[in-house]
């Protein structure tokens, strides 16, 4: 019989925040220590910065490719965010989670509203939001890589995504890195137990139940010797 414990069907873990909350810091801390869980890698027709490696941060693709993969259904989700278009390859998550591997998703507030409705019980929605504005927009400048124009137009965005965060299934406050990590890491662990991710508990409980009639029918000594 296979192992009830770890036999189960993978998870789509959903990171969302506006910018400045860190939440790419808390993804990298994951992927890091937790090595059952990959990230999931999105197309994007965004230009590659510098230090972004093909395959590995995005799969930079050109609009008109993206374009062919909308309307062949090979995206769960996608967003055209600040002019550049991102989305999530169907076929990769789909093996995942059917081998019982962990998925970690980096997407924005529509990008969660898509997926939802297609494969809401494979997902753990997770908002992480900054402990005011004042620290958002500090964490922004210290990237260095927007002027103030963009980092007004990221808040403004920012301001209709918090509106959401009644839809998602966690909030975590990153006012403390070490302790909205291990927030993160406590959600993670959780949800891997949820009974409907674990379908060959079935097989244990039938298990259960027909040693239990035996010992009621015939006596205890009748039950065969553990395992």
Sequence with gaps: ????????R???LILTSPSGAGKSTLTRQLLAEETDIALSVSVTTRARRK??????HYHFI????????????DLLEWAEVHGNCYGTPRRAVEEALSAGKDVLFDIDVAGVRQ???MVREDMATVFLLPPSVAEQIARLKRRASDDEAAILKRLRTARDEIGHWADFDYILVNDDLGRAFAELKAILHAERLKQRRRPKLEAL????????????ANGVSGLPEAR
């Design 10 to 12: 993978g998870l789509m």
């Design 205 to 216: 409980i039938a298990e259960l139940g027909r040693d239990l009639d035996a010992v009621i």
């Design 62 to 73: 050109d609009r008109p490719t993206f374009e062919r993969m909308r309307e062949a259904n």
């Design 1 to 8: 019989m296979a192992d009830p414990v770890t036999a189960r």
């Design 115 to 117: 997926l939802a409705a």
């Design 51 to 56: 230090d972004e490696i093909d395959g590995v």
